[in-house]
Nanobody, 122 residues
Framework: QVQLAESGGGLVQPGGSLRLSCAAS????????MGWYRQGPEKSRDLVAT???????TYADSVKGRFTISRDNAQNTVYLQMDRVTPEEPAVYYC????????????????WGRGTQVTVSS
């Protein structure tokens, strides 16, 4: 089975930086899209950034120029570098995979991590 392990969340001051990581494990052949969503006080799940297997990236307008998504295909790991964080960033960040080719693919078609908390406070 495919499993996701997220790490890197924690407390950060406004203007500071954090680096989130998400490592996928299991019988994986390839992953087309890796990305990050976040859930804030509004309880909505919002796209933060995605990256495809060929390196194409997308970002939410609110994080452009401040966050950077990257991936290591050899290790099936996706990263989110968060710079110059603002009070809008506090949320639970979720790693997601889509277009996964695996030995026993999930019939739901996507994989989600359990989330990692990011708290912004001075």
């Amino acid at each position: 089975q495919v499993q996701l392990a997220e790490s890197g969340g924690g407390l950060v001051q406004p203007g500071g930086s954090l680096r989130l990581s998400c490592a996928a494990s299991g019988p994986i052949y390839s992953i087309n899209v890796m990305g990050w969503y976040r859930q804030g006080p509004e309880k909505s799940r919002d796209l933060v950034a995605t990256i495809t297997s060929d390196g194409t990236t997308t970002y939410a307008d609110s994080v452009k120029g401040r966050f950077t998504i990257s991936r290591d295909n050899a290790q099936n790991t996706v990263y989110l570098q968060m710079d110059r964080v603002t009070p809008e960033e506090p949320a639970v960040y979720y790693c997601t995979l889509d277009g996964v080719v695996a030995l026993r693919p999930d019939p739901r078609g996507a994989y989600w991590g359990r989330g990692t908390q990011v708290t912004v406070s001075s």
